[in-house]
């Protein structure tokens, strides 16, 4: 195979080279640990642990055919990934919980995302495309880094997604950080849906007009068009002349009441999606360095079509995950936290009902598409500082119904004001009412809120649970107690 002769060559302390980490990186088994509805066909993936090792396994899983598009292209079609920042900063959830420690800085910082770029790069399909979502003291970094991985003539934009809303400080002695850059490479082709967002404009603004049929419009020069074309549109009421008998081209906007809405191409200035600072409420997770699904979903149809193949090795709060469910496309997401793997489930599994990408007036109607939580670490950590749950499990004799009475919920972390009270850490309860004694399936899903509503009473009727039923109880850390019992023998 020929090389690529390059100009110039990147170095730096404790740069390995790509074969090393081709062939050097160990793949770890993903363990299916629960699965959330259907289990025949494809099923989105939940990756809990470390993402080199995950991303080598699915490297190996794509070139056995198992991890590909619904048009049977192998490989990913879109990677997005919102990496540490090298902010030397720990991240912590709403109420105190430890969500990751951006630590790595200099040389190691540039070595470990190169690492895992290089590994993604592999995993894309030869039309995929990355978007690397950074701010702006690192962004220029590691876009010599992604020269290196991709190649310079695989680069195609650095989005500027211009956030607003952070005024400078009195005593700043520097412009204000209002927005983050986000690198965009192809593999060696990619796909591209041109977007189009709406600009409301006030009836009676200068340069736009209305007609003598009271339909409002904006003109263009001619440009190109020729004189057939011109005769074409003129008849097509489409050309408007000058006082100087200037010909211009009539542009019809469409109407909101007193405004006008201009539908304009989206270039690389994003300023039209505010930060997460201003999301609804229903959005929220908790999670911090969350990123708002409007930009997710910009993002992800702009590069791909229904059905194609989105991941997210660094999944957070589980924005892309979210944005890709909602828009049909399949999706992978990896994550090492703890806190982050209990928000994408909790997200996932309460998607019906949140609010839609396009139209946040109205509310997502479908339930998640199936998806199974791997493990990819040696051990697991799902048991890592259990809560401490006190039930009691019985059977209702007048209503036929099993019943979990929950009487004590208390985690081991304390909070800035000491310990947490009675069910103050409680965040989901999730029932297998059939466990097979190897692999959760959820067949109840129950919120805290819900359960509160309830006098943290679950009931559900007794012949749904035929052997041993399965319960894990959540606190809002992303710790689990599992508890497996036997169904109460009855009449």
Request: proline share 3%; net charge positive; with cysteine.
């Amino acid at each position: 195979m020929k090389t690529r002769k390059r100009d110039s060559e990147l170095v730096y302390a404790g740069k390995v080279p790509e074969t090393s980490i081709l062939e050097n990186t160990v793949g770890a088994p993903l363990e299916p640990v629960k699965r959330f509805g259907g289990t025949k066909g494809w099923a989105n993936m939940l990756v809990s642990g470390e993402n080199m090792a995950a991303l080598k396994t699915l490297l190996e899983m794509k070139r056995e055919g198992r991890l590909k598009n619904t048009d049977g292209t192998r490989g990913v079609r879109l990677v997005y990934i919102d990496p540490p920042f090298s902010t030397n900063l720990k991240f912590k959830g709403k109420k105190d919980q430890l969500a990751y420690e951006d630590k790595l800085a200099g040389a190691e910082f540039l070595e470990f995302l190169r690492k895992r770029l290089v590994l993604l790069r592999e995993l894309m399909a030869e039309d995929g495309s990355v978007f690397v979502h950074l701010d702006s003291k690192k962004a220029h970094h590691i876009k010599v880094v992604m020269d290196s991985v991709f190649g310079e003539e695989n680069f195609l934009n650095d989005i500027i997604w211009s956030y607003g809303g952070r005024g400078a400080k009195h005593i700043s002695s520097k412009f204000s950080r209002n927005h983050d850059i986000i690198l965009w490479y192809q593999r060696s082709s990619h796909i591209f849906n041109r977007t189009f967002v709406g600009k409301r404009i006030k009836k009676g603004t200068a340069g736009f007009r209305e007609d003598s049929d009271g339909r409002w419009f904006k003109t263009s020069p001619r440009g190109d068009y020729t004189d057939k074309s011109i005769s074409a549109l003129t008849k097509e009421g489409r050309v408007y002349r000058t006082k100087n008998n200037t010909v211009r081209i009539k542009y019809y906007l469409r109407e909101d009441g007193d405004w006008l809405i201009e539908d304009k191409l989206v270039g690389d200035v994003w300023d039209d999606i505010p930060d997460a600072m201003h999301l609804g409420e229903s959005e929220k997770t908790g999670y911090p360095t969350q990123k708002p699904e409007a930009l997710l979903s910009r993002i992800i149809k702009t590069a791909t079509n229904e059905g194609d193949l989105v991941l997210d090795a660094f999944a957070g709060a589980g924005t892309a995950l979210a944005a890709a469910e909602k828009l049909g496309r399949r999706w992978v997401g990896i994550d090492s936290g703890r806190l982050a793997v209990h928000t994408i489930e909790k997200r996932l599994l309460t998607v019906k009902g949140s609010k839609e990408i396009e139209d946040p007036k109205k509310r997502y109607s479908k339930g998640p598409s199936p998806f199974t939580l791997f493990e990819a670490h040696e051990g697991g950590c799902a048991h890592c500082e259990e809560p401490l749950v006190k039930s009691d499990y019985s059977y209702d004799e007048d209503t036929d119904d099993l019943v979990i009475k929950i009487k004590k919920f208390t985690s081991h972390a304390r909070s800035a004001k000491g310990r947490f009270k009675n069910f103050e850490t409680l965040s989901t309860v999730m029932i297998d009412y059939d466990f097979d004694g190897e692999v959760f399936n959820l067949c109840g899903f129950f919120t805290a809120r819900e359960l509160e509503g309830k006098g943290y009473e679950i009931r559900f009727p007794a012949d749904k649970a035929r052997g041993e039923i399965m319960v894990i109880y959540s606190d809002i850390f992303g710790n689990e107690k599992w508890f497996v019992g036997e169904v109460l023998a009855h009449g």
